[in-house]
DNA sequence: GCGACAG
DNA sequence: ATCTTGTCGC
């Protein structure tokens, strides 16, 4: 329900834009330990990503995935649009798509995108669900990490169950936490053990899973990182990626910064 | 103090 | 995120 992107009255003149006191990091925080009690790191879901052999009947389908992502102004640094597309799993044509032109005052603080994003994905959700449209999303991918974070509780996971919606989170930059480098992420790819796998696990000093690095098409070196937004596993949030990736960028999340760049040239 | 720091 | 064109290669 809350983002806490409004905990703050907030009362302060027009120019209290890209401030970030002391008091809006605890804030944060508290808010993030919060929502964190809700989080589902299983698979907690109806639908099957496909039809099983035996009894096909009245078993309802992974059909409706979407992607959001958000660009901003170069000009204006507090003007951006955010994207929601619904693309068919199966054939990954996009049967949705809706933006809007938004003013942004949150600042981006690492650690705390939700803060910044997760509001105008919400609105959009929120728009189709109002109107009962057919093509609501059954699951959701982000650009940006689920529990690959500091607090286990990146923008996928904050988005994901304020919008009780699964949500896979998809990072193209590793965000280095509980150990996790660069030169290690590549180090596994690398292994021989590794050569014929197509991800590895991320596991991080404390010894948990935090997400999977993936490389994800072929003429990419640059692995995609992947990691369990709310109420899906990370087994299947690597399949469904794996399966919507026809580019390094899995296509919900692709198509959600494309059209989003677009929306904002073409209506600014 | 220094480096790192999703988008 | 954004600043930025062409270019080398399959």
Redesign the pocket.
Known sequence: METGSEVDPAPSPSPARFHFSDHDHNAWLQAQDLLKKKLVTEDDYTWKLEESVEERSGEELLKYIGGV??????DD?SVACGTLVVLDFTTLDVVYEDSAIVKIDVP?V?????F??APIFLELLKKMQDCSHPFYPQLLMI???GIL?PRGF???C?LGVVANLPTI????????VDGL??SRVRELLEAEENFNVDFVSLIGDSGNTLGAAIHSSK?SYKPIFVSVGHRVSLASAVEIVKRTCKYRVPEPVRQA?IRS?DY?RKHH
């Open positions: 992502d958000i660009s901003f102004s170069k640094p981006y690492p650690g705390f995108l939700a910044r994003e650009d940006g990490n974070h990146g923008s996928a904050h989170g998809i990072g193209k930059n590793l965000h280095h480098t660069n003429g910064d760049r904002l």
